[in-house]
């Protein structure tokens, strides 16, 4: 059975079931991993799957399921199992589907995945890190080529279908010489061909020869407090807080420090944040939120002002504030204007954060945790990689205490990060 | 005859081996979960989600190919072992070695953690649920927030290889999480989680919600002490891990860099293989299912790659005596494999993951340990954790206390430690006799896997962050 015809087949048994609003998604996936482990070239896997997303509305009673590979039976017990969560849960107005838009159909990516060229691309690059880098061990090194095809409808009239696909590139990696070790490192991006070598994509070259001078480290001379800048692989984890504290969960508890805060100055006007899922240059973002509406990138920070929160249509009506209009995710922080060369060179004392591995930060934004694959800056000079350096202070005042946002931004496709220096970090 | 869906009990795996044309792994698989969240009483999700289907994996020439449809049907069956093999010999034509092979291992073993009283519905499992959110409301008058969450999981596999080994295996599990949310004496949100619940279903594991209410009391009793917190002093300092943090400590800091994926990726763990790592007071073990005749949080009989499932005993009174292995590092590591290989949804190939790791207990009682310590912290509730190949670790902690001259003074504000996981093991002084084990763990290393945690007290020295 085509999509088109299943996911109308799966809508119809639902509006004949008795629920009042339904939503059916059908997905058709595929998967295709070409990796290697310790080094090697190893495993080819090729993943299919069929996921049929339903969910029901009846009496203001909201449920959703999720099944897979499913045959005619197996949806009539879905259903069933629909109604029996359905009318064992309780009525709450705020629950809702999307209303009727204009049905459109959307696209990126290839159709077909290109295995010589995945190969090749994975080869070439333990290749190079064997004849460069002979000190690094590649623990693990992929390509994967994903596709998504989907039939999105609700009883309101909505139509959607979408057809993404992309290549997923990543690595993990650490340089060990005698009894020696760096810290692990791993990163990705994503893109719609292969094109380029991986080693010239998101900084990972560079990243490389970090890793091998890594392996002798010494922590920093004594506590201070000080700067640190944060490199675009490791910025999700300080601009993280704020993105999870304006969705669903903490705004209808009413628990997020950002309540009350829209169209507010809640960080430094050096710093601006998008949510570009529908983004020409974006690489596996999204063109339907999961509540049913057409996507579109939003804003999030303008200038250090909170512009937009990232509520579903649920979290909107609980909280009476607008609907986001996206799902989130796809995050670009605008660059700045000055180099990484000159943030470096106005820096007096501070840390250069390579990856940070922290405990989940309290509500207030309060944070710790190791700099990993860092270095102690000094006099404006990279001066030598750390170990066992903790670094602490509050989100918050992160935010607001940009020093500087650098000119140079890297690309991972479903995001871009430049360097952010921040001032008011302890380092001990 | 139409190519119909069979329920996974009723297929026989043994007549597909006619398609086997070499080392080939057969597995059905369906994971089955249920999340029903209450936000400040309110029903704030309510899904289920199943998702089922057959892998097929194969090795030729020291390189797999792995391939997995959502169907159990004996077409799918076919075309997935078909491209399992083809995706092999793609690998091997380019990669492959000659010399490669694998251990031949065979095991046959059953388990079933379903539940065998009638299964309530769901209106029931609300009603539980808001039984127990209503008696928070009704206890605790000054929340600022709470949420009660049901998540139900069951992984049901049945497994066959071309050696013979063969498996039809249930785990299931069953947690209610608490969260409780207040604001401290300047008026800033603090918050306290725990995870009831365990192995089984829901039938099996929870009985009265009243049964949940003195663990809820102290719940709330540690985050009125947490109102009036105080910033630890950020430094290298004694402490205490209650059993909790100890858990992570032997599943983050030891048991990764234990992992031999990971120590063939360059680990510290390989350069100590053999030596005194630790105090001879301890012991490190990696269970497979069962500790004195009880079974463990997330049991396993046979792994994923028809192995059978051993315990393994990584530090053994102080010398690290074993890594954690599937067919492949075993062999590469010229020992036997140790049942450590798992995956986690029918569409995921095994790693090398940990079941249930824990240090043995000691002799110490908690109140001594607590009594030795001049000036440091007794760190009771982790958040997260991470782990990394120079046996660097982190964890953070969500609810611990001063210790001053020998006593429980104030609580600390959310915090992380830090450490060298073998430095940190020769700093161990105490262990205290009791130890308990925690099932609401959830390890993510490629692929998400459950995992069993736990341990004693255990007195030590690491690094705190805080001012």
Redesign the interface.
């Known amino acids: 059975m085509s999509r088109e015809k299943l996911a109308r087949a799966c809508l119809h048994r639902l509006t004949n079931a008795g629920f009042d609003k339904a939503q059916c998604a059908v997905t058709d996936s595929e998967t295709h991993e070409l990796s290697a482990e310790a080094g090697s070239l190893n495993l080819l896997r090729t993943n299919f799957d069929t996921e049929i997303r339903l969910l029901g509305i009846a009496d203001h009673k909201r449920a959703s399921i999720s099944i897979n590979g499913a045959d005619d039976a197996a949806i009539d017990a879905g259903i069933q199992d629909l109604l029996n969560l359905v009318r064992g849960s309780e009525p709450d107005e705020a629950y809702d589907i999307a209303p009727g838009q204009a049905p459109e159909s959307f696209s990126c990516g290839p159709s077909e995945p290109d295995y010589d060229s995945m190969y090749d691309r994975i080869d070439e690059i333990l290749e190079y890190t064997r004849a460069t880098y002979p000190v690094i061990n590649m623990r693990s090194a992929g390509a994967t080529f994903n596709r998504s095809q989907t039939r999105f409808l609700n009883s309101n009239g909505v139509d959607f279908e979408s057809d993404m696909s992309r290549y997923d590139v990543g690595i993990g990696f650490a340089s060990k010489e005698g009894a020696a070790t760096s810290s692990m490192m791993g990163t990705g991006y994503s893109a719609f061909d292969l094109n380029e070598q991986v080693k010239d994509c998101a900084y990972i070259d560079e990243l490389f020869r970090q890793s091998t001078e890594q392996i002798k480290t010494k922590p920093v001379p004594a506590k201070f407090l000080g700067e640190m800048i944060i490199t675009p692989h490791c910025l999700h984890s300080f601009i993280g807080f704020l993105l999870g504290k304006i969705v669903d969960y903490d705004l209808i508890s009413g628990t997020s420090i950002y309540k009350d805060k829209l169209n507010q100055q809640v960080a430094s006007e050096k710093l601006s944040i998008h949510s570009r899922p529908v983004s020409a240059n974006t690489v596996g973002g999204y063109f339907v939120t999961s509540d049913g509406f057409k996507a579109e990138d939003v804003t999030i920070l303008d200038a250090g002002v909170l512009k937009s929160y990232q509520l579903s249509l649920y979290g909107a009506n609980k909280t009476g504030l607008s609907r986001a209009v996206n799902s989130g995710g796809c995050y670009f922080v605008d660059p700045g204007d000055t180099s990484l060369d000159e943030i470096i060179k106005g820096t007096k004392q501070g840390v250069l954060i390579g990856r940070f591995s922290g405990g989940r930060p309290n509500d207030r934004g309060d944070f710790s945790g190791v700099a990993k694959n860092s270095y102690y800056v000094e006099d404006g000079k990279i001066q030598y990689p750390i170990s066992e350096t903790m670094v602490s202070g509050n989100l918050i005042d992160l935010l607001a205490n940009v020093e500087a946002v650098s000119s140079e931004l890297i690309h991972f496709g479903r995001s871009a990060s430049p360097w952010v220096k921040v001032s008011g970090i302890t380092v001990s | 005859m139409p190519d ?2 069979q329920a996974i009990t009723d297929i026989d795996l043994h007549t597909y081996s006619n398609l086997f044309s070499s080392y080939t792994e057969l597995r059905l698989q369906e994971n089955r979960s249920q999340q029903i969240a209450l ?2 009483g ?3 999700s ?8 057959v892998s097929a994996r194969v090795y030729a020439q ?11 049907t004996s077409d ?1 069956i076919h075309n997935t072992i078909e ?1 399992a093999t083809r ?2 010999r ?2 091997a034509a ?2 492959g070695r000659e010399d490669a092979a694998l251990p031949v291992i065979r095991a046959s073993l059953n388990s079933d953690f379903t539940t065998d009283k009638p299964r309530i ?6 009603a539980f649920l808001k039984k127990i959110d209503a008696h928070i409301t009704r206890s605790y008058s000054d929340l ?2 709470r ?1 009660v969450v049901l998540q139900c999981l069951d992984m049901e596999k049945k497994f066959y290889n071309s050696e013979g080994s063969s498996g039809h295996n249930i785990t299931t599990r069953t947690l209610i999480r608490v969260s409780l ?1 207040a604001n401290n004496s300047d008026g ?4 306290l989680r725990h995870a009831f619940g365990g192995l089984g279903q829901f039938e099996d594991v929870f009985e009265n919600p009243e049964e949940l209410y003195p663990e809820i009391e102290e719940l709330y009793q540690h985050l009125c002490n947490k109102k009036s917190a105080v ?1 630890a002093v ?2 290298y300092h004694d402490v205490i891990f209650d059993t909790d943090l100890a858990g992570i400590l032997a599943h983050e800091a030891i048991g990764h860099t234990t992992e031999a ?2 120590v ?5 763990a390989g ?1 100590y293989l053999g030596q005194q790592v630790a105090p001879e007071m301890v012991t490190l073990v990696d269970f497979a299912n069962t500790l004195a005749g009880e079974t463990l949080p997330v049991p396993v009989y046979m792994d994923d790659e028809g192995v059978e499932s051993k315990d393994t005993v990584i530090i053994d009174k102080g010398i690290l005596k074993r890594f954690m292995h599937n067919k492949e590092t075993a062999e590469y590591f010229e020992t036997a494999p140790t049942g450590n290989a798992r995956a986690y949804e029918f ?1 995921d ?1 095994p790693l090398v993951r940990m079941r249930n790791t824990a240090i043995l207990p000691g002799t110490d009682k908690i109140a001594d340990m607590i009594a030795s310590i001049e000036d440091g912290y007794y760190l009771m509730r982790p ?2 954790g ?1 782990a ?3 046996s ?1 670790f ?5 609810l611990g206390y001063e210790i001053k001259h020998g006593k429980l003074s104030h609580a600390i ?8 996981a073998f430095d940190m093991l020769k700093e161990i002084t105490m262990i205290s006799d009791q130890m308990t084990w925690s099932c609401a763990g959830m390890c993510g290393k ?1 692929q998400l896997i459950p995992v069993g945690l736990g341990g004693p007290a255990i007195k030590t020295k690491v ?5």
């Open positions: 119909t869906h936000l400040n309110e029903v704030f309510n899904t289920k989600n199943s998702g089922k289907g020291g390189v797999w190919g792995f391939a997995s449809e959502p169907k159990l799918a491209a995706n092999a793609f690998m380019r990669a519905n769901q209106q029931e499992l609300l600022t927030s949420t949310a800033e949100p603090i918050e910033i950020s430094g994926d990971l063939r990726a360059g680990s510290v350069d569409s190939e958040s997260n991470q990394d190949t120079t660097e982190m964890f953070g902690v969500q504000t959310d915090t992380t430690i830090s450490g060298v490629k690094y705190i962050g805080g001012q």
